[in-house]
Each structure stands twice: as C-alpha cells, then as structure tokens.
C-alpha cells in the first residue's frame, strides 16, 4: 500500500463525475479505512467532462480528499487545443479553476 511503499500519497485519476468520485473515495474507504490523514489523496482534473461537472465533484468531495490537481496537457487536449495554443489556453483555465476552487475553500 502507499504507506508500506513510503509514498507521499496517491492521484485519484479520470474523475469526471460524481459517481467516479465516489466510486474512487468508497474504494480508498475499503482499502485504507478512515485513516487517511497518514498521506495525500490528490484528486487529477483532467478532461472538458470533469470540468463541466465540476460543481457536482467538488460537492461530492469528502474529507479524505486533501488536494487537486490539473493534467494539463489532457484538459488541453480535451478542449481540442494544440501546443501552439496550449499557453493561452492553460493561463485562462487556470485562472477559472483556481477561482472554483477557492469558492469551495480549497
């Protein structure tokens, strides 16, 4: 496991919905208990889905999650976007999710 392994944590991928997310915390519950304060579990927004349901996952989050973060290149990629725009594209986005997440205290 990530403790046995003296790993920091572990990146809960592909979450586009609600049901994944609580599919992956029911599925950190049954491996790890309650006692998830020993490492990280970071939540990887990754795709245009994720972030047009991103209210809903954020809602649907519980407290062994502790940190999110972006793949860039696949949301990039999601919205069609190639590197020749993939700056722009990431500092506008970017903005719009750190917002999000301030809204919901993260």
Do not use: H, P, W
């Not at 020993?38 to 989050?61: P, R, Y």
């Amino acid at each position: 496991m990530c403790i046995d392994l003296a790993a920091d944590g572990i990146i809960i991928l592909m979450v586009e919905s609600e049901f994944a997310l609580v599919k992956s915390q029911n599925m950190i519950r049954d491996i790890f208990g309650e006692n998830t304060e020993k490492f990280d579990v970071i939540l990887n927004i990754e795709t245009k889905t994720a972030v047009e349901n991103l209210d809903k996952i954020l809602n649907t989050m519980n407290s062994a999650i502790n940190g999110i973060t972006i793949g860039r290149s696949d949301l990039a990629y999601s919205y069609n976007k190639r590197v020749n725009s993939l700056y722009g594209f990431l500092q506008s986005y970017g903005v719009y999710l750190y917002l999000k997440f301030q809204s919901f205290g993260l």
